[in-house]
């Protein structure tokens, strides 16, 4: 039987990312451009899967009687993989928004190229 702290701390743990998740929606929502959208939602993931890892390690650790740290994985990989596809996405949408002759702020190797 699960020691009642350990289902108080795994119970808080994912309740914890429940609200980031909710949080990171509510701003998906509230946010009016592409650019601040894509901030909420990638940050509040991030968390909420840091907060879900930790309540599997604890809860499965407690359960083997052991430590149980291949949990930490999915979180890392996110914390990798998040920021790179945020990149991406705001560099295709400013490439979208050039192609179709909006004003953007000018690529960056052109600033460098026109100071020299």
């Known amino acids: 039987m699960m020691p009642l702290w350990v289902e108080v701390i795994v119970a808080a743990l994912l309740l ?8 990171g929606a509510i701003g998906l929502l509230r946010m009016k ?3 601040q959208r894509m901030h909420p939602p990638a940050l509040a993931s991030t968390l909420g899967a840091w907060c879900v890892a930790l309540a599997s390690i604890i809860y ?4 083997k009687s052991g430590p149980v740290l291949h ?10 993989t998040v920021p790179v596809t945020t990149l991406l996405l705001a560099r295709t949408a400013l490439f979208r928004k050039r192609m ?5 702020p000018t690529e960056v190797s052109s600033r460098t190229e026109k100071s020299r």
């Open 100 to 104: 179709a002759g909006n004003d953007v």
């Open 60 to 63: 499965f650790s407690v359960l």
């Open 71 to 80: 949990g930490w994985l999915i979180p890392i990989l996110l914390a990798i």
């Open 33 to 35: 451009e592409f650019f």
């Open 16 to 23: 914890l990312s429940s609200v980031f998740a909710l949080i």
